[in-house]
């Protein structure tokens, strides 16, 4: 490509912005201690943002002077402790611990302290950050009892799988089912992955994200039978659905998309309700699911077209149409001359243009 010599001129003495030099971190890390430098917050964003590429010695050095700081840099550093944990951190966490009890703090207790410190720390830890974190801890001793009544269904598995615990099918299998009943009986929400399919397919367990992980975490388990049996169930309740006349009516119907997945989730939940075992469901289920299926009659009730509503066009239209059309648009009238469209001339295949 030629350039001219007045353009290549001009090109090579083009203005450019000057990228600024990293200041030396020693002297952001001063600027930090000094509260009075005037400098605090300058330095302790660039500290932050340049952190995770400094050097260990550095690092150390940052977290200890966080961790003696005010709660916001003391928040902001306990993720970067847990992280990165070192001995050297065990008493100012452990003094900070016992002084305020904040909830991220409680992660480098429950992970990196004694077993004998997180026991007798255990009724606090949980009331600040939880049961399942502290019971993963704890149940590495195979003979802590784990209270499974304080953990959700995929939770107790986590902890089974992760302290190689043994799960039999039938608990297994019994998590499963009571986490879906959970699910049959709530709104439809968009905490299901359904919405991203298009119209046209139906509903399946495993569109509900928490149940898909069940289904992952029971194949980590090796529970490969339950798993095949839990996928072809699943598969059954699907077909049955899918040619069911609630779908089919639901494909005739003109909704937006917000409309249809709504009634695709409560179509597919209602389904999957009735194909439970019935030692899975509860007597008071039945009152619930009415309120429910109340609520979706209230969003189909609202203007709905069918696709049997809509008129039918035939080839065989009213002539008259088409020259009051004609009469009211000069320029479709123009249009119509051109190319010899008037009602009584039949256009043989061969004039059309394409």
Known sequence: ???????????????????????????????????????????????????????????KRIALAFLQSGKSDREWIYGKVYRQWDDVYFEPVKTLWEKYHEFTCAWSIIQHFPIEYVKENAEKLEEVNGYYHLCQRLAEDPLYPIDKNKLTGKEYLLVMLNTHRE????????????????????????FFRVHQKGRGYAFSVTDIDYMNSLLYIIQLL????LYEELNTWNQNVLSSMY????????????????????????????????????KYKKTEDEEIINKLKGKDDQVMNK??????????????????????MIAQSPALAKLVSAFDLSSDHKIDSEELPF
Not at 169 to 185: G, M
Not at 248 to 253: D, R
Request: charged share 30%; with cysteine; glycine share 2%.
């Open 167 to 190: 799960v039999s099918v039938t608990e297994a299998k019994d998590t499963f089912f009571e986490s879906l009943h959970k699910f049959c009986l709530s709104e439809p929400e968009y």
């Open 222 to 225: 090796e529970l490969n039978n």
């Open 303 to 324: 203007q709905i077209w069918y696709k049997s509503d809509l008129p039918e066009f035939t080839s065989e239209q009213d002539p008259r149409v088409l020259n009051e």
């Open 1 to 59: 490509m030629y350039i001219c010599a007045h353009t290549f001129k001009q090109y090579i003495t083009m203005s450019y912005q000057q990228i600024q030099h990293n200041r030396p971190i020693a002297t952001l890390f001063k600027w930090y201690l000094d509260k009075k430098s005037g400098k605090v917050s300058d330095a302790r964003k660039e500290i932050q943002k340049r952190f995770d590429y400094l050097d260990w010695k550095d690092q």
């Open 243 to 278: 040619y069911s006349e609630e779908f089919k009516a639901l494909e005739k119907m003109v909704v937006d998309d917000n409309t249809y997945n709504q009634r695709r989730l409560a179509i597919g939940l209602r389904f999957f309700y009735s194909a439970l075992d019935d």
